[in-house]
Structures are given as structure tokens and as C-alpha cells.
């Protein structure tokens, strides 16, 4: 079988040999990461078994690159796509629950991603736009993938230059150790329920504004809200939160407010949004 050696535009290795094209990303000659370019016909919706091996890989997410960037990182995904990310989820959240994709080791040196913790002066709300019985895996796994995958595929992750290809790290834990990449600090279901997701002194990764993360807890209504609003329930639990945890003069806006480019927490946030604020700084819906 006939095989090739090339430069590609960006200075790498590309050696081709059959159907099959390997990149090699190289930095002052050096080897930096190995990226296997999908054929046309699976960029956009791999087969399980082909991401599953992948994602076994410590580099999985430059493996995955042209998956991730044509089907899993778009804001406005067609419904096809939604499906296809859905399932993507459900099989990391799958992996890393059963420990099959590699992490970081605790025991290696790595960045510490909450150096630039500030002190918290924003509550950010959001929605997680998925169903409110989402799992705690699945919201865990969607972090993993959105927030920190693409965060290590760039130059620059969080202020640390060129992390990609190693294996990716969070910093943050759970109450088992387990490695965890919640974009989230607290989790409130329709039920009023509340889940504590981070702790505080962790930067959430959650409104795609460093300066926002590095001062903000994020509170996630569980459900998707873009055309409807949460229930009372959620909306009193929320604030109990703000009240115990958190100073009163702090300040609370919408994802939307910070990111005038997004629509979360939902079309109607404007309208929910004061009786949040009430509810959290003076404990009832009225003012007076």
C-alpha cells in the first residue's frame, strides 16, 4: 500500500498511507500531539466503537477534534446534531463512572486552575437546558467535554499555554476524591431539592468570561427553562441558598446578563428575575 510524508499549512507531519492520515503537531521540531483526522463521511457522527477507543486515549479530545468542533461545541446544534451530542454525553459520563478515560494523575505536576480566585461578589444563574432528572455523571461528563476539552484544545487554557496533548485535569473534587468538571457550584431541581456541585473556593467554568468565573457562583436550575420559568419551589430554594451562603449585598444576574449572546436562563429570566432578588435579599416576594 502506497504511503507519504507531507507538511501540512500550519508546519506539522502528515504522513498518509492508504485511507488513513496521521497528524503530527510539531513545536520546534518536537512532537506535541498526534491527531487522526476522520474520514468526511464520520466527522460529524463517529461510531461508537470508534469513539470509545478514542476516549481510552489520553489525548482523546485531539483526537476527537473534528467531531468535537463540527457536532459538539456549536451553540445552535440542529436537532440531528442535539441527538448525536446527547448520546456523546451519555457514553462519557458512562466511561468516566467505570474510570476507562485517562485523567490526570493527582501525583503529576499540574496547574492549579483556582489560582485567580476572587472574592465572590456575583451569583450567575443559568439552566442546564437538559431534563431536570439529569444525572450528576451526565452533567459532570458535559463539563468534561465542553468546558475543559475545549479549553485544552486552544494555545491558552485558563492563562497555562499549550496544556493539549496532555491528559486533561480540573483541580476540582468531590466528596469521594473523584475528579469532577462541573461548569456549576449548585444544582436546584423542580422539587425545590438542592445539590452542592462546587465548592466555592473553585472557579466554575460556567459563563465563558474568565473575569466573571474568577469572582462568581454559578447556580444551575435543573430542566430547560428557555421557554417556560422554574417553579416557586426552585426559585425559594434558590434564594435560601443565596441568604445562608452568601453575603446580602451580593449580586445576582442571568447568564444572559453577562453574555448578552446567550438566551440562558431562558427567554422569560427578565421576568422571574426580581422576584428571585426578593425573594433572596428580604425572604419573600414583596418588597414590603
Given at each position: 500500500?502506497?504511503?507519504?510524508?507531507?507538511?501540512?499549512k500550519s508546519g506539522n507531519r502528515a504522513w498518509t498511507c492508504g485511507y488513513s492520515t496521521v497528524v503530527v503537531h510539531l513545536v520546534a521540531n518536537q512532537v506535541i500531539g498526534v491527531r487522526f483526522p476522520l474520514p468526511a463521511q464520520m466527522k460529524s457522527q463517529p461510531t461508537d466503537e470508534y469513539l470509545r477507543k478514542q476516549l481510552k486515549t489520553p489525548d482523546?479530545?485531539?483526537?476527537?477534534?473534528?467531531?468535537?468542533?463540527?457536532?459538539?461545541?456549536?451553540?445552535?446544534?440542529?436537532?440531528?446534531?442535539?441527538?448525536i451530542r446527547k448520546e456523546f454525553y451519555k457514553l462519557v459520563s458512562e466511561m468516566?463512572?467505570?474510570?476507562?478515560?485517562?485523567?490526570?494523575?493527582?501525583?503529576?505536576?499540574n496547574p492549579d486552575f483556582d489560582q485567580e480566585r476572587e472574592k465572590i461578589d456575583t451569583i450567575?444563574?443559568?439552566?442546564?437546558?437538559?431534563?431536570?432528572?439529569?444525572?450528576?455523571?451526565?452533567l459532570s461528563a458535559i463539563g468534561l467535554v465542553r468546558q475543559y476539552a475545549n479549553a485544552y484544545l486552544g494555545d491558552n487554557t485558563w492563562g497555562r499555554d499549550k496544556l493539549r496533548p496532555q491528559p486533561i485535569w480540573s483541580s476540582?473534587?468531590?466528596?469521594?476524591?473523584?475528579?469532577?468538571?462541573?461548569?456549576?457550584?449548585?444544582?436546584?431541581m423542580p422539587s425545590g431539592t438542592s445539590q452542592r456541585l462546587l465548592k466555592d473556593r473553585y472557579i466554575g467554568r460556567h459563563s465563558g468570561i474568565q473575569s466573571v468565573n474568577a469572582r462568581s457562583v454559578a447556580i444551575a436550575f435543573s430542566g430547560d427553562?428557555?421557554?417556560s420559568s422554574p417553579t416557586d419551589k426552585q426559585l425559594k430554594e434558590t434564594a435560601r441558598i443565596i441568604r445562608t451562603h452568601y453575603d446580602e449585598a451580593i449580586t445576582i444576574v442571568g447568564h444572559q446578563d453577562v453574555r448578552p449572546d446567550r438566551d440562558c436562563p431562558g427567554k422569560f429570566w427578565p421576568e422571574w428575575k426580581l422576584k428571585l432578588i426578593n425573594l433572596s435579599h428580604f425572604g419573600s416576594v414583596d418588597k414590603n
Open positions: 500500500m502506497k504511503s507519504d510524508t507531507r507538511r501540512t482523546w479530545y485531539v483526537r476527537l477534534k473534528d467531531f468535537l468542533e463540527i457536532t459538539v461545541f456549536p451553540l445552535n446544534p440542529t436537532k440531528e446534531e442535539l441527538k468516566l463512572e467505570n474510570n476507562e478515560i485517562p485523567l490526570a494523575d493527582k501525583s503529576s505536576e450567575v444563574i443559568h439552566h442546564t437546558k437538559e431534563k431536570p432528572d439529569v444525572s450528576l455523571t451526565v476540582h473534587f468531590d466528596d469521594n476524591n473523584k475528579m469532577v468538571f462541573y461548569a456549576y457550584h449548585w444544582l436546584i427553562y428557555t421557554d
